[in-house]
Nanobody, 125 residues
Framework: QLQLVESGGDLVQPGGSLRLSCAAS???????ITWFRQAPGKEREGVAT????????AYIDSVKGRFITSRINAENTVSLQMDDLKPEDTAVYYC???????????????????WGQGTQVTVSS
């Protein structure tokens, strides 16, 4: 059983930055970690993923060039650096782990077997 804990959510002004962290209770070497977000009244969507078995990342178009996900050294922690934040980035952000390499990684599917509890990101002036 892998436990994931997100941290770093906060209230930030438009154009600001935040760094979210996803800390795992065990090794992430055989997982892909995806950052999902869910805004009120909307479906949960994947925004960024890192496949730790291949050291590959991917992003949805709306966050490309603004968000970067990476592994923190050799620790069991993945970060999401978010720059140039916009009000439409406001959501609860979750990290989720899957042992599979998913072509449609941005979809909330049962292949994501471990989830964190979420952290609130609010972008507002």
């Amino acid at each position: 059983q892998l436990q994931l804990v997100e941290s770093g959510g906060d209230l930030v002004q438009p154009g600001g930055s935040l760094r979210l962290s996803c800390a795992a209770s065990g090794s992430l070497d055989n997982f892909a970690i995806t950052w999902f977000r869910q805004a009120p009244g909307k479906e949960r969507e994947g925004v960024a993923t890192i496949d730790l078995t291949r050291s590959r990342t991917a992003y949805i178009d709306s966050v490309k060039g603004r968000f970067i996900t990476s592994r923190i050294n050799a620790e069991n922690t993945v970060s999401l650096q978010m720059d140039d934040l916009k009000p439409e980035d406001t959501a609860v952000y979750y990290c989720a782990a899957t042992p599979f390499s998913l072509s449609s990684w941005y979809l909330d599917t049962p292949e994501y077997v471990y989830w964190g509890q979420g952290t609130q990101v609010t972008v507002s002036s």
